[in-house]
């Protein structure tokens, strides 16, 4: 549905102009670059970019090689939107997507949709009401093969607790399970692999960093105002959307709580399997919603002490179903 938005940021300026075909260069100041130092229509080859960080608005990625499209999502605790792709064409050309997607969500009969708000669910539009969905422009075409993390895990889960949990998050996804009513149509399929002593490719600031091969779901420090996040990395495809190479999620378990079981006196704790699966949902190509969709799953928020999200409302069926 939502196809990469080329967002070009020539004219703004910034520490480069863009080199074109031809062999031209150019040089780039030391450390974290922005959009601006990297425009849209510059060459990573010729600017010597592939391997440098570039950040926009409190989010980062790490540039990749061409060919490849690299996807920062965070969660936030205030449901503020965090997060934007930097996409390298074959010849090494940047495009970014820059777009407040939460802004664009898709509903039908509707045209304007306001930012997320940071306020508790206000129930605007029941669940299964809700046709509201945003995707990310690519998919898992074969089958999403993930590891977990070897250190410690969200709400202190044994490994094996963990990683029920997080099957049955993104079993919630591939299976589209809701209680709405609707058949699952959805056919993309995800398969555990085992434990590994690689990181998610995600910093302490909650960037990207560059890949390495493997889609690891761990714990570890964020951006204190980071619930979790997720990297996606994709390659082009014809026609399409891009396909998924890896996806990589991380929970901030150094300043937010999170529990597997909540109860009547949960305070300030996360559900568990809420946020994984609305990771999940960004893993498998979905991406934010945003004010008066507080029902659905792809919601920016997901909520403390609400388990809401374990299923998913009729907006998130109905984008997994436009992307498989």
């Known amino acids: 549905m939502a196809a990469l938005t080329v967002v070009s940021l020539a004219a703004l300026g910034g520490g480069v102009a863009p080199p074109r075909a031809g062999g031209e260069t150019c040089a780039l100041a030391p450390g974290a ?3 601006e130092d990297l425009p849209a229509g510059s060459s990573v080859l010729g600017c010597a970019a592939v391997g440098r960080l570039v950040t926009h608005a409190g989010a980062g990625v790490t540039v990749p090689g061409p060919g490849t499209k690299v996807s920062v999502d ?3 605790a205030d449901g503020s939107l965090h997060g934007f792709t930097l996409a390298v064409a074959a010849d090494g050309t940047v495009s970014y997507d820059l777009t407040d997607t939460a802004a664009h969500a898709r509903v039908p009969g509707a045209h304007h ?3 997320a708000s940071a306020a ?3 129930r605007a539009r029941a669940a299964c009401a ?3 969905y945003a995707t990310t422009g690519h998919k898992e075409y074969d089958t999403y093969e993930w590891f ?3 250190g410690a895990l969200p709400g202190n889960l044994a490994p094996d607790d963990a990683r029920r949990a997080f099957e049955d998050a993104i079993g919630t996804i591939t ?14 399929k995800a398969r555990f692999l085992s434990r590994t002593g690689n990181e998610a490719d995600i910093d302490r600031d909650a960037r990207c960093l560059a890949r390495d091969g493997l889609s690891v779901w761990d714990a570890g420090d964020l951006s204190a105002g980071v619930v979790a996040t997720t990297c996606s990395w994709s390659r082009a495809v014809p026609g399409g959307p891009d396909a998924l190479r890896e996806a990589d999620v991380r929970f901030n378990t150094r300043d937010h709580t999170f529990t597997d079981r909540l109860t009547d006196t949960c305070s300030n704790t996360y559900d568990l399997r809420s946020v994984a ?5 960004h893993v498998f190509g979905l991406a934010h919603v945003g004010q008066s969709h507080e029902s659905q799953t792809m919601f920016t928020n997901s909520f403390v002490c609400s388990t809401t999200a374990r299923t998913l409302g009729r907006g998130d069926v109905l984008g997994l179903r436009a992307l498989y």
């Not at 699966?277 to 949902?281: F, L, N, S």
């Open 148 to 150: 977990l993390g070897d």
């Open 113 to 115: 949709h306001a930012r």
């Open 277 to 281: 699966t609305h990771e999940a949902g």
């Open 130 to 132: 809700d046709g509201a």
């Open 33 to 35: 670059l922005t959009v």
């Open 74 to 76: 965070a969660l936030t």
């Open 120 to 122: 508790a669910p206000r």
């Open 175 to 188: 299976a589209s399970r809701n209680d709405c009513g609707f058949g699952d149509t959805v056919t993309a």
